[in-house]
Every structure is written in C-alpha cells, then in structure tokens.
C-alpha cells in the first residue's frame, strides 16, 4: 500500500527542541515503523507555512534513516531544490550568529536584509512546491495525518484516497481551562477535519471513547484504537558512574529523588506534588530526599514556581533541570526512587510508561488513560487527594522491598507496548480502510 505520511511536526521539533515532547516521538517511531514495514510504500509530506519545507528537510538531513524516504514534491528539479533549501539554512544560521544590538548598528541593517532575502526565498519556493502535489495524490491509497489537521486537498481530491487522523487527546476540548486558546484551536481544528468518511486512529481506549461521545459524525467503527510505546531511549540503566555524571549535569545532589518528567502546566498537577513533597519531608524530618522537575515551562507555569518560592525549605530541595537530553533520560529515570505523574487527565501517558521501562515505580493518577497504561504495576491516586499522594510518597521511600516488587512489576507491564505492535495495528487500520472490510467491523462494533 502506498502511505503518504505527514512530518510537518518532526521539522518544527528539529528547529526547536522543546518541542520533543510525547507526540513528536510518536511520530518518529511510526514513521520507522511504517518505513521498515514490508507492507508500506512511504512518502513523507508536510503542510502549514513554506519554512515547515526547510526544517524537515533540515531534520531528514540530520536523520539519515528517514532521509531514504521520499519527501514528496512537486518541482522537479532536486538540485534547485537543495540549493535553495542550503540557502535558507545557511541565512538562518548567519542571522542567528549575529549580536542582537538595540542601535540601528550595521549588523541590525544586515539582519533586516538577511531576513528579506529569507522573504523572497520562501515566496519563490512557493511556486515551485506544494506540500501534497497532485501526482503524489493520484498514486497513493492512504493520506495519513498523525496530529496536523487532515489538509482541504486531502478531503476534497478527486481520487479515492483513504485519510486518517491519528488523535492523541481532546483535553482542550474536555477541559479547557487548562490550556490557552491556541492550544484548543489546534486540536480543535483537527478534530473538525474528520468527516464521515474518515478513518481515525486514537493512542488510548479512554481517548477513543472520548471521541465518539463528543463527535456524533464518525461512526465507532471507523476509530482504532493504536497503543503507543516509550522509545528505545528508555531502558533500566545499570552504570552507576553514568548515573553520577547525569546527576552532576543537571545539579542533582548525591541523594536519593523522586522524579517528575512533564511540560510545567496546570494540567500535569505539578504543584500538588509540590505539596505532598513539602509536607512529607517536614512532618517525617527527612533530610536526604529531594524532588527533580524536568520539563520545559508551560502555560502558567508561574505558579509552580510561586509554589516553591513560598516555602524556603524547597530551595535546595528542589531541582528544575529544564529540559533534557534524550540521551539523558534513561539515567535520570534509572537514579530515581520513585516517578510521580498525578496529572489530571492524559490521552495517553509517555512518561509513566518511560519510567516502567526504565524500572522505576510509578505513583500516576486513576484518570483516563492512565489505568490503561500502568495497568497493577503502579500506585493508582485520585489526582486531588493529597493524603493519598502524601502516604504513596512516604511509603515508597521507606520501604525499599516494596520500591524493588513494583520495579520488576514496571518491566513486566512495559513489556505490554512496543512500537513493532503499534505499527501493526496502525497497519491493521489501513488494510480495513482500503480491503472493504469497513461493514464486517461495523458489525461487530
């Protein structure tokens, strides 16, 4: 089958690295997926704004696994492709290297004509590319979208191409004070992309029931639901000296943590962590335990940080690393105690299943998705409950018997998701979509 696959994301994400969050890495382990799938004839494509071009095409550069995936095109003329893509990169680079002086000094004067040689490159290109050119259409069978909102070229083509929309939550939706307005307006704008006759894959059973109860235009039939799994990345890391020096990277004390991992937002329920971790190390006088935030800040994430300021006894107790290397993280997680995740609601919850992975045991909430993905492995709370919280804390770190059962329970769950499974069943959807067996599901949804 031949897949037209959009990475627009995995380009934005290149360009700016706190954008690796959970849904860039399952874009990128599908897109390996499907590219090593014997079924799978891949292009890759992107939508949005020209530049989008340029930063995937600088991320399948930097990715030489993908970059053997065609991009598709509609010039023709590759080299004048490249050399304009070199020319884009290169002024960009020029531009970033030079001092940011408020005078109107020569540099500003040389930073102005750098960024309308930029204007002219991408409106050029313009006329020389379209994200989805109507030959890549004409010879595809499916159009898959796994978060940008399904493209009108797409919904409205004149061949029979089956499109699909991977959808990770609808949190904006559901619950949209915990997110500003552009951040609902992306999600909405893809869910209001489907139609009747789309295909929807969803990361969680909770996410696809959270679909067809607000969408009365798609048929349950047509939703499947894709399980996602933690990267390679994430594995029990043994080496105490790596350990040691990922702590003195990051400026963790030599003592034992609990680890959060998250966008510093009010949905990931942050602060009460903050509180529970306060009071537990007060009320039990504990002197060697710490807290380790990591994360790129988010929306309000000025009242995580007023949380700590309004206590002093947090100030050396508490370490914000800001974001972290991939190559990092499987030590980070490996050196923790205990990971806590009590967000209050998830599509489907990467970093609890990263730290399973890791063998790490895992306090999240009893919300959405997130039973689905720990499954007994872990210590379920109510995300509001901060006795509970308090108590889960405190019994984990007094109890190393008990931190060593659920460490070997957080591999066995672990070992429930893979990337291999998700590429089958996102496979399993395409061949429904395109081998008509759409009414025999229909029938035993």
Same mark, same amino acid.
């Given at each position: 089958?031949? &897949?037209?696959?959009?990475?627009?994301?995995?380009?934005?994400?290149?360009?700016?690295?706190?954008?690796?969050?959970?849904?860039?890495?399952?874009?990128?382990?599908?897109?390996?997926?499907?590219?090593?799938?014997?079924? @799978?004839?891949?292009?890759?494509?992107?939508?949005?704004?020209?530049?989008?071009?340029?930063?995937?095409?600088?991320?399948?550069?930097?990715?030489?696994?993908?970059?053997?995936?065609?991009?598709?095109?509609?010039?023709?003329?590759?080299?004048?492709?490249?050399?304009?893509?070199?020319?884009?990169?290169?002024?960009?680079?020029?531009?970033?290297?030079?001092?940011?002086?408020?005078?109107?000094?020569?540099?500003?004067?040389?930073? %102005?004509?750098?960024?309308?040689?930029?204007?002219?490159?991408?409106?050029?290109?313009?006329?020389?590319?379209?994200?989805?050119?109507?030959?890549?259409?004409?010879?595809?069978?499916?159009?898959?979208?796994?978060?940008?909102?399904?493209?009108?070229?797409?919904?409205?083509?004149?061949?029979?191409?089956?499109?699909?929309?991977?959808?990770?939550?609808?949190?904006?939706?559901?619950?949209?004070?915990?997110?500003?307005?552009?951040?609902?307006?992306?999600?909405?704008?893809?869910?209001?992309?489907?139609?009747?006759?789309?295909?929807?894959?969803?990361?969680?059973?909770?996410?696809?029931?959270?679909?067809?109860?607000?969408?009365?235009?798609?048929?349950?039939? %047509?939703?499947?639901?894709?399980?996602?799994?933690?990267?390679?990345?994430?594995?029990?890391?043994?080496?105490?000296?790596?350990?040691?020096?990922? %702590?003195?990277?990051?400026?963790?004390?030599?003592?034992?943590?609990?680890?959060?991992?998250?966008?510093?937002?009010? %949905?990931?329920?942050?602060?009460?962590?903050?509180? @529970?971790?306060?009071?537990?190390?007060?009320?039990?006088?504990?002197?060697?335990?710490?807290?380790?935030?990591?994360?790129?800040?988010?929306?309000?994430?000025?009242?995580?940080?007023?949380?700590?300021?309004?206590?002093?006894?947090?100030?050396?107790?508490?370490?914000?690393?800001?974001?972290?290397?991939?190559?990092?993280?499987?030590?980070?997680?490996?050196?923790?105690?205990?990971?806590?995740?009590?967000?209050?609601?998830?599509?489907?919850?990467?970093?609890?299943?990263?730290?399973?992975?890791?063998?790490?045991? &895992?306090?999240?909430?009893?919300?959405?998705?997130?039973?689905?993905?720990?499954?007994?492995?872990?210590?379920? &709370?109510?995300?509001?409950?901060?006795?509970?919280?308090?108590?889960?804390?405190?019994?984990?770190?007094?109890?190393?018997?008990?931190?060593?059962?659920?460490?070997?329970?957080?591999?066995?769950?672990?070992?429930?998701?893979?990337?291999?499974? @998700?590429?089958?069943?996102?496979?399993?959807?395409?061949?429904?979509?395109?081998?008509?067996?759409?009414?025999?599901?229909?029938?035993?949804?």
């Amino acid at each position: 089958m031949k &897949v037209l696959y959009n990475i627009t994301l995995l380009g934005a994400a290149h360009r700016h690295h706190l954008s690796r969050t959970g849904i860039f890495r399952v874009i990128e382990n599908l897109a390996y997926g499907l590219k090593n799938s014997n079924e @799978c004839d891949l292009i890759f494509c992107t939508q949005g704004y020209q530049y989008i071009l340029f930063d995937v095409l600088d991320y399948l550069q930097f990715n030489s696994d993908l970059a053997e995936v065609p991009l598709g095109y509609q010039s023709k003329d590759v080299k004048f492709r490249r050399w304009l893509h070199n020319v884009y990169h290169n002024l960009n680079q020029e531009l970033d290297n030079l001092p940011k002086s408020q005078k109107l000094a020569p540099e500003i004067l040389v930073r %102005r004509a750098i960024r309308k040689v930029l204007t002219y490159v991408t409106q050029y290109t313009r006329s020389l590319y379209k994200p989805i050119s109507s030959h890549n259409l004409a010879r595809s069978d499916i159009y898959h979208s796994p978060y940008e909102p399904i493209p009108d070229e797409i919904r409205k083509a004149a061949t029979p191409i089956q499109k699909f929309l991977t959808v990770h939550d609808l949190i904006p939706i559901i619950h949209p004070e915990f997110f500003d307005l552009k951040d609902n307006d992306t999600v909405q704008r893809a869910i209001s992309s489907i139609d009747p006759e789309s295909w929807v894959l969803c990361v969680s059973q909770s996410t696809k029931n959270d679909l067809c109860n607000y969408l009365s235009i798609i048929d349950p039939a %047509r939703v499947f639901v894709t399980h996602l799994a933690a990267s390679k990345l994430f594995y029990p890391c043994l080496d105490s000296q790596q350990i040691a020096a990922t %702590r003195g990277k990051y400026n963790i004390p030599n003592a034992p943590y609990i680890l959060s991992l998250s966008t510093l937002e009010p %949905r990931k329920n942050i602060d009460l962590t903050i509180r @529970c971790f306060l009071q537990v190390i007060q009320q039990e006088k504990i002197q060697d335990l710490n807290l380790v935030l990591v994360g790129a800040k988010g929306w309000k994430y000025d009242r995580i940080f007023a949380e700590i300021s309004r206590n002093p006894i947090l100030k050396d107790r508490i370490i914000a690393t800001g974001y972290v290397a991939d190559e990092d993280l499987a030590a980070l997680y490996s050196g923790a105690i205990a990971f806590v995740y009590p967000s209050f609601y998830e599509g489907f919850g990467l970093p609890p299943l990263e730290a399973m992975q890791c063998g790490v045991p &895992v306090i999240t909430s009893n919300t959405s998705s997130l039973p689905e993905v720990v499954g007994d492995a872990g210590i379920m &709370v109510d995300p509001k409950d901060s006795d509970m919280l308090c108590h889960s804390l405190l019994e984990l770190y007094n109890c190393p018997d008990l931190r060593q059962s659920m460490s070997q329970k957080s591999l066995e769950q672990a070992k429930k998701f893979s990337w291999e499974q @998700c590429t089958q069943q996102t496979l399993a959807a395409y061949r429904v979509a395109l081998d008509g067996n759409y009414e025999v599901r229909k029938e035993r949804n």
